[in-house]
């Protein structure tokens, strides 16, 4: 889809804005680039760096599990590593996919747990059979 269109009038020119039509047909306003007569968002050689920009912003803002985070977790007892993490997330001091890392690490824990009490019962049931 080609959503630029060069050959708009002299009235957009004129004013400095943007000679491409937005998508909805109407003209652009934004300032276009230095030298230039379309903006960075119609111009084709600026799309990567909007793009490149938009996905360094991301990286700089998003929060990522952090040390002190599983530090805070009483692992031992994971309803209560549960409620903590709910208890973040509410608050904000937690984003969702850091309390869905949090919540698949407590998940392993309960599951190494469980198979400890399982090889655990094993044990004894091969000890009771063998008469030991």
Same mark, same amino acid.
């Given at each position: 889809?080609?959503?630029?269109?060069?050959?708009?009038?002299?009235?957009?020119?004129?004013?400095?804005?943007?000679?491409?039509?937005?998508?909805?047909?109407?003209?652009?306003?934004?300032l276009?680039?230095?030298?230039?007569?379309?903006?960075?968002?119609?111009?084709?050689?600026?799309?990567?760096?909007? =793009? %490149?920009?938009?996905? !360094?912003?991301?990286? #700089?803002?998003?929060?990522?599990?952090r040390?002190?985070?599983? /530090?805070? &977790? @009483?692992l031992?007892?994971?309803?209560?590593?549960?409620?903590?993490?709910?208890?973040?997330?509410?608050?904000?001091?937690?984003?969702?996919?850091?309390? =869905? %890392?949090?919540?698949? !690490?407590?998940?392993? #824990?309960?599951?190494?747990?469980?198979?400890?009490?399982?090889? /655990?019962? &094993? @044990?004894?049931?091969?000890?009771?059979?063998?008469?030991?």
């Amino acid at each position: 889809m080609n959503f630029l269109n060069k050959s708009t009038g002299a009235s957009e020119q004129a004013n400095g804005h943007c000679q491409a039509r937005t998508l909805s047909g109407g003209p652009c306003r934004a300032l276009p680039l230095h030298g230039g007569s379309l903006c960075v968002f119609h111009s084709p050689g600026a799309r990567e760096r909007v =793009r %490149e920009g938009n996905r !360094l912003g991301g990286l #700089r803002t998003a929060r990522r599990l952090r040390a002190s985070d599983l /530090a805070a &977790l @009483d692992l031992a007892r994971p309803e209560e590593a549960l409620s903590q993490v709910a208890e973040a997330l509410i608050r904000g001091s937690i984003n969702e996919g850091v309390a =869905r %890392e949090l919540r698949g !690490l407590i998940r392993a #824990r309960v599951d190494i747990f469980d198979l400890r009490e399982v090889n /655990a019962r &094993l @044990d004894a049931l091969e000890a009771a059979k063998n008469g030991r």
